[in-house]
């Protein structure tokens, strides 16, 4: 008797209690399921509908059975001593693209472990085979200085600058997406690659291939969805500091800007503007009146975005409410807080459909009422002060079980929200995000680094990354967030080549907590949060001024494209900022690089990444001729080039 069955267009193995099931999810594309004594589960953590697949073929033999969409082939085989099942992943010319690993014989190994605990649910394995040579791109973003991940072993769980967005592309050919929120870890290693959920109900990912990684990416965008369209204001000049502290401050630089002449179309209100946290509204001691603050604003072409923190004070007005309806996550023991700053507090439930529709009303009463359309989503991950991940729980389970799914639900409620008040086009400023956050509109930044030339270089690989795990909305604080003086010459150098990187970047921001601080006190000299010395372009010496104004101008002269380039992300999945093997796969020269890339398909972009550097050596891909945009030389492709890179210029090169 054999153990295959075809159940509509799913092939189902069943074994010793286990139940394997795969069903096609989209074109090319499978999604895979594995539980153990359970039924399977319907989870779509981050799955949507899939498009009903035109082109399925399932075989089933005796131990065999085959199941093909498209141009992806699974063949699962059960072998006679365990009865365990093994699949092997193949694409339309029958090459092997990913294949679980053997049992070893006597090593009785499994390739899918659920591994109980005792009285509750497992911890999941899964098991590859390492591929000779295979290179892998994606995983969000983690703050490191590579964008190939083959050799590394990845903590799977969200932290202040870490977005751990499970979806890696091969140089194989493949996509995989661990669709499961649970906290753990992946190791890409030479031998195999093992995934693993430290606690889950069942094992579950999506696999897709394409001949390009720009195929693959229309794949997973299909399965997990496309980013919405940018609206136009995201197109130029965003500012922001830590913190404008009070309406008139905040107006002064916005008029400032707009004496210049300069473009700006976003300025932002950071944190700490409420009476306490959880408040959900505008201190009226130092923004009186945020409808006339809103009001000038946009009669100034300027759209304001305020920040929101996940954290509910013990003090704040919403407090007792949010705990006695069940709105707050809860620890598993101990003192009910999940963050020290400032203030004791405890995050909003962002899992519970029921806070984030609380959450969003008061929101919608205390800014979108005022005139406020921009939210900046921070603390996302979110940021528990310890990240003891086993002593939290949300509505939809653990922490340990589910917590990666939070900044997705997060800016979820955002942006339900918005599309409920007439807004076609959200989007939200968030410092973390995982599979499917961009269909909400998750413009993602990169947390608040150091003001260093060496996260300066991580940050170019974090962008990277990102667009390859399908977030193509993503920024970061130009200049880093911690620690830069702007009277401190070497950080004047350092902002400089940061803010001439973000023009190339998807979304433009100034941002960052400078030093000196700035103490704030109330009119009764109580004191508060200190706001940072000054953030604005101006604020950097009379050497750095023209050349930000010169990339802000640039950017304008960008706008078409740039939008464009939002068009097709929203369209096709493809990213902004692209890894030269993801513009040039079949290029060797292109395989390895990360401190360039291509910002959509005709624009080569190499920051400068080292201090005093005037020049820096960029690989030119062959099969086109390269123009300089600042000399206007041009070069045939295939060769490396000196190009020339004094402080007021970014080496560009435009494709002909």
């Not at 000299?525 to 050349?547: H, K, M, Q, R």
């Not at 380039?565 to 079949?586: C, I, K, S, V, W």
Request: aromatic letters at 14%; charged letters at 25%; one cysteine or more.
């Amino acid at each position: 008797m054999t153990p295959f069955e075809r159940c509509e267009n799913r092939l189902i193995w069943r074994g010793r209690g286990e139940t394997l099931a795969l069903e096609p999810w989209g074109p090319d594309s499978l999604y895979v399921r594995a539980a153990l004594m359970r039924e399977l589960e319907d989870t779509r953590w981050a799955l949507l509908d899939p498009i009903p697949a035109q082109d399925v073929e399932i075989r089933i033999e005796d131990t065999r059975a085959s199941i093909r969409c498209g141009r992806l082939t699974a063949v699962v085989e059960q072998d006679g001593w365990q009865r365990h099942a093994r699949i092997a992943y193949f694409n339309q010319r029958g090459e092997l693209l990913l294949r679980e690993t053997a049992s070893a014989n006597a090593l009785l190994l499994k390739s899918r472990k659920f591994e109980p605990h005792l009285g509750g649910d497992y911890a999941i394995t899964q098991t590859f085979e390492g591929q000779p040579g295979e290179r892998l791109w994606g995983m969000g973003q983690y703050q490191e200085a590579r964008v190939d991940w083959k050799g590394c072993t990845l903590e799977l769980a969200h932290r202040n600058s870490q977005a751990s967005v499970p979806f890696v592309v091969s140089s194989r050919g493949y996509g995989f997406l661990w669709h499961n929120p649970a906290i753990g870890e992946v190791t890409f290693g030479e031998n195999r690659t093992t995934w693993r959920a430290d606690s889950a109900r069942q094992l579950e990912y999506f696999i897709t291939c394409g001949d390009t990684p720009a195929q693959i990416s229309l794949h997973y965008a299909r399965a997990t969805g496309f980013a919405p369209m940018m609206p136009e204001y995201g197109l130029g000049f965003w500012q922001c500091k830590l913190r404008y502290w009070n309406q008139e401050q905040l107006l002064r630089v916005a008029r400032e800007y707009k004496r210049r002449g300069l473009p700006i179309d976003v300025i932002v209100c950071d944190f700490f503007h409420w009476p306490r946290m959880g408040d959900y509204r505008f201190d009226p001691e130092f923004f009186p009146d945020p409808a006339a603050m809103a009001r000038e604003l946009r009669g100034m072409g300027i759209e304001l975005m305020v920040s929101v923190w996940p954290q509910v004070s013990l003090t704040s007005e919403n407090y007792e409410e949010m705990l006695q309806q069940g709105l707050l996550v809860r620890a598993e023991y101990g003192e009910q807080i999940g963050m020290r700053f400032v203030e004791d507090s405890m995050f909003y439930d962002a899992t519970n459909p029921r806070a984030r529709r609380y959450v969003w009303n008061k929101c919608r009463q205390n800014y979108y009422d005022n005139g406020i359309r921009l939210f900046w989503l921070d603390e996302a991950e979110p940021e528990y002060g310890t990240y003891d991940y086993k002593a939290y729980r949300y509505l939809l389970g653990s922490n340990q079980q589910v917590g990666n799914i939070y900044p997705q639900q997060y800016v979820r409620g955002f942006y339900e929200g918005l599309r409920e008040m007439g807004e076609e086009r959200p989007v939200s400023l968030a410092r973390c995000a995982w599979a499917g956050s961009q269909r909400y509109g998750a413009l993602v930044w990169s947390g608040d680094v150091m003001s260093t030339w060496e996260d300066f270089r991580k940050q170019v690989c974090a962008g990277l990354s990102m667009g390859f795990a399908g977030i193509p909305w993503w920024t970061t604080d130009i200049g880093g967030f911690h620690d830069g003086n702007p009277e401190d010459p070497g950080f004047r150098e350092l902002l400089v080549r940061w803010f001439q990187w973000a023009c190339y970047c998807p979304v433009m921001r100034l941002h960052g907590d400078r030093q000196p601080a700035q103490p704030v006190r109330r009119a009764d000299g109580t004191p508060c949060l200190n706001s940072g010395s000054d953030n604005e372009v101006w604020s950097f010496g009379e050497e750095a001024y023209p050349i930000l104004v010169k990339y802000m101008r640039r950017r304008e002269q960008l706008r078409p494209y740039v939008r464009a380039l939002m068009q097709e992300a929203h369209e096709t999945g493809r990213p902004l900022l692209r890894a030269m093997f993801y513009e040039y796969p079949d290029d060797p020269a292109c395989d390895g690089l990360k401190d360039q890339y291509m910002f959509g398909a005709d624009y080569l972009v190499a920051p400068v990444l080292e201090p005093g550097a005037r020049s820096r050596q960029v690989v030119l891909p062959a099969g086109s001729r390269w123009e300089n945009v600042d000399t206007g030389e041009t070069y045939e492709g295939g060769q490396t080039v000196c190009a020339p890179a004094p402080l007021d210029v970014i080496p560009v090169f435009c494709r002909r």
